[in-house]
């Protein structure tokens, strides 16, 4: 269990900048959109989140907008700027070099 | 909203130490979310109470959530740390380059770091405010100091009148400051130690104003030497990013420029007056952790 939250922990930043890639998000519907997208294996707290998106905000990898529903409820929006879109790029080849070295050393092997 | 999730949020408020703008960003952010959260778990069946509870569970220690958003904003950015040096940096170029005894350049710098406390201050204390703030206040240490070369039978009642409202203008300004972050209140008397080893080192009680004009001549680029090192402590303070970091960077440097005062003055300040000053620059820059401590408890009890 500790080991897990370790690694979610090492892969927040990325995890945070791909869903905020792929549209501007609110605090709340990403905890939810994470949970959904991983069935169930990313459980993130709020205690988590927030502080992570305050890091990313203030390396200026991302910047939260204010805006006001037709319901009159305001929400805090999360776009992705120009800074954090190079750094997924980096981070997204990281991963997948990670992934392909892991698979070929973690898969049992096939004859 | 629910009590105890009021309750949360101040005690959020309470430990971020963020200036009031992000303060009130941070709170309204998490405020929105947890009324979101409220909404999903009473659509889900659960009471009012049952919803409350379960969203404090998720939402985590207050302290912690409040410890981590206020380290990914604590960390100053390059220009902000040369601002809040700025004023010890001049202080130190005023000595240095042997400008302390123009006039114009004393007034200059005067009225400079006034307007920049006040600026700062209007601002909402952002952390660069403090160092500019600590020498806006040497003013009225200064004329308090000068009180002492009135005639005889007039200093004291100067002082009877001037040193309890001085007193009161600097604790109320501390308190205030305070408020915002104890560390701050060390950052803008980091100082002080610093001053007061000068002064003892200068000894300009009972003598002549030649006297200590030519021990302060003499002390001038060493004075000048001290102010930069306390510029590049203050870079450093607002650099760095954990608190623990913070309060030892402020320690080490009330300790290296003391030692400098000591060196410099050959013997000039003896050592028990040097011991003296190391525990009063220990005071002065712990004593604000208690004093928000008293504080908060002094607010909770009247609270309740």
């Known amino acids: ?111 | 909203m629910v009590t105890v999730l009021s309750r949360y949020l101040d005690s959020v408020r309470e430990n971020l130490r963020l200036d009031c703008s992000l303060e009130s960003e941070v709170i309204h952010e998490l405020e929105t979310h947890i009324e979101d959260e409220l909404q999903e778990l009473r659509e889900a069946g659960l009471s009012e109470e049952e919803a409350a509870n379960t969203c404090l569970k998720l939402l985590g220690s207050a302290k912690v959530v409040a410890r981590q958003i206020c380290e990914a904003h604590s960390q100053g950015s390059w220009s902000q740390a040369l601002l809040a040096a700025m004023p010890h940096i001049l202080f130190g170029l005023l000595f240095a380059l042997n400008w302390w005894r123009g006039i114009g350049w004393l007034l200059g710098m005067l009225v400079l770091v006034l307007s920049m406390a006040v600026y700062g201050w209007w601002r909402g204390k952002p952390a660069w405010l403090f160092p500019w703030l600590g020498y806006s206040l040497l003013p009225v240490v200064a004329a308090g100091l000068l009180l002492l070369y009135l005639p005889q039978g007039w200093s004291w009642v100067a002082i009877l009148i001037y040193i309890p409202l001085a007193l009161w203008l600097l604790y109320s300004i501390t308190v205030k400051t305070i408020k915002r972050d104890w560390l701050y209140t060390s950052l803008m008397l980091l100082p002080l130690p610093a001053i007061a080893g000068w002064f003892l080192a200068v000894e300009p009680i009972n003598k002549l104003p030649q006297h200590w004009l030519q021990r302060m001549q003499e002390f001038a680029p060493w004075i000048g030497l001290t102010f930069l090192a306390l510029g590049l402590t203050v870079a450093t303070f607002i650099r760095v990013r954990k608190r623990w970091l913070r309060v030892s960077v402020l320690v080490v440097s009330g300790l290296i420029t003391l030692t400098m005062v000591a060196y410099y003055t050959n013997g000039k300040l003896s050592l028990p007056a040097f011991l003296i000053l190391i525990v009063v620059m220990l005071l002065l820059l712990l004593s604000p952790a208690f004093l928000e401590r008293t504080l908060k408890h002094t607010g909770q009890q009247s609270a309740t």
């Open chain 1, 1 to 111: 269990m500790a080991q897990r939250r370790e690694l979610i922990k090492g892969s927040i930043d990325s995890l945070l900048l791909c869903l905020i890639d792929q549209q501007p998000i609110y605090g709340y519907r990403i905890i939810k959109e994470l949970e959904r997208r991983s069935q169930g294996y990313f459980k993130f707290k709020e205690g988590t989140l927030y502080p992570a998106l305050h890091r990313l905000e203030k390396a200026g990898l991302i910047r939260g907008e204010w805006q006001t529903l037709p319901s009159g409820r305001q929400r805090r929006y999360y776009h992705i700027t120009e800074k954090g879109l190079r750094s997924l790029v980096t981070e997204r080849n990281q991963w997948r070099d990670f992934l392909a070295a892991m698979n070929l050393i973690i898969q049992p092997a096939s004859d």
